[in-house]
């Protein structure tokens, strides 16, 4: 069963039969045993899986996702929204994903990428004929891409790679910088409040949520609580931002940073205008969605806010930016970093930036005027728009 409610879409636009049926459920499941001998005695085991979602609109586009407790659920739910947040942004990928089901933190580099190479061995027909293009995800960055990069000698095969590997300058960040250019328009649009009067709540600090909050502060918002595995903190008055993260590189954490201490629940309550949850799936839901004070929530991570969680927000009249729209900017920087593998074209890092802001800003102007038209949720808007593209170039493919 799909993950995004084709029902409540349904009451809004029309959706033809033999397209509801293509995106009710993912395209192609691959489910595989990896596994790398270490010594005469110790060997690594773990399932991966690879998902791909409705790629009419081309390749399969989606990171590697290392985790313990990963599920062929979980890459199938964000597979599929790769594909809607593809169709909103109108670049030419389809969705996917991939997660191997292990814990990396006791692996030597060396030994992670021998491991990784295992699945390279087993993707590498797709990968080398561009049906799968994957990016970094948790618990892989830059450095694994570049590990894929060397076993098929095609840079185009995979995104999120260094620069020094032809990756592209600004990749890193963004997603983050996307996050924070869709809180501007947002707020602007929503809030119709002066930046430097709002404060940010951010739950997760790692690459999107520290990226997010420097950014923020950047533009001038007042960046007031975060969080990360270990704790959160909060100060009313804001944080300085950089002496922060600078804390963060040091000590791996915001613990211990000055600040009120808080629960990492405590800061989904914060009293704050903009809440931005980065971190993980299912935090904002049905039993804590009441307690929220923020005017304005921008779903920086997949999923954080559960069907029920989203139904209350709707009725408490607090706007949320969805994922597909809010987190977007890491694969519309994707896309230009695998179209300049492919033509040989440069970049700086703040032509990337303008790139990734032009195209969530005409994304974002689409889901208000589908908002508008239809008197609907900014979620359910975002999802019209995508479905649109995504009919429209099944028409174009003869899929109906």
């Known amino acids: 069963m799909a993950f995004v409610d084709l029902d409540r879409l349904g009451r809004f636009i029309k959706l033809p039969t033999a397209s509801r049926d293509i995106l009710e459920g993912p395209e192609k499941q691959i489910m595989m045993s990896l596994r790398l001998k270490l010594s005469e005695t110790e060997r690594i085991t773990a399932t991966a899986y690879v998902v791909y979602y409705c790629t009419v609109r081309g390749p399969a586009k989606g990171g590697i996702r290392m985790m313990p407790d990963v599920t062929l659920e979980e890459t199938t739910h964000l597979s599929e929204l790769m594909a809607w947040k593809t169709a909103l942004v109108k670049i030419p990928f389809g969705g996917g994903k991939s997660g191997i089901k292990l814990d990396p933190s006791p692996l030597t580099r060396f030994i992670k990428s021998s491991f990784l190479k295992e699945w390279v061995h087993q993707m590498r027909l797709d990968l080398e004929r561009g049906v799968y293009i994957p990016a970094p995800d948790m618990n892989t960055g830059p450095a694994d891409m570049a590990v894929i990069v060397g076993e098929t000698r095609i840079p185009e095969c995979v995104t999120g790679k260094p620069t020094g590997v032809g990756g592209l300058p600004g990749r890193l960040e963004a997603t983050g910088w996307g996050v924070a250019a869709i809180t501007r328009r947002a707020a602007e649009h929503l809030l119709k409040t002066q930046r430097t009067e709002l404060s940010v709540a951010i739950q997760g600090f790692g690459n999107v949520g520290s990226y997010a909050a420097q950014f923020c502060k950047d533009l001038g918002f007042k960046v007031v609580a975060v969080s990360d595995v270990?704790?959160?903190?909060a100060n009313g008055d804001g944080f300085d931002v950089p002496r922060l993260i600078r804390h963060v590189?040091?000590?791996?954490?915001?613990?211990?940073?000055?600040?009120q201490k808080i629960t990492n629940d405590e800061l989904l309550s914060y009293p704050c205008d903009?809440?931005?949850?980065?971190?993980?799936?299912?935090?904002?839901t049905e039993k804590n969605a009441d307690a929220i004070r923020a005017k304005l929530i921008v779903e920086a991570a997949n999923n954080p806010v559960t069907r029920g969680g989203d139904h209350i927000l709707v009725e408490r009249g607090i706007p949320v930016v969805?994922?597909?729209l809010a987190n977007?900017?890491?694969?519309?920087?994707?896309?230009?970093?695998?179209?300049?593998?492919k033509s040989g074209a440069m970049s700086t890092k703040e032509e990337v930036f303008d790139r990734i802001e032009r195209v969530l800003g005409m994304a974002w102007n689409r889901t208000l005027a589908a908002r508008d038209e239809h008197k609907c949720d900014l979620r359910t808007a975002s999802l019209i728009v995508a479905a649109g593209e995504l009919i429209e170039s099944m028409r174009d493919r003869n899929w109906v």
């Open 328 to 341: 977007a900017g890491g694969v519309v920087g994707s896309y230009v970093e695998w179209h300049h593998s």
């Open 274 to 284: 903009i809440l931005i949850p980065a971190a993980s799936g299912d935090v904002i």
């Open 322 to 324: 969805p994922d597909i």
């Open 249 to 259: 590189n040091e000590h791996r954490t915001v613990a211990g940073f000055p600040g």
């Open 230 to 233: 270990n704790g959160a903190i």
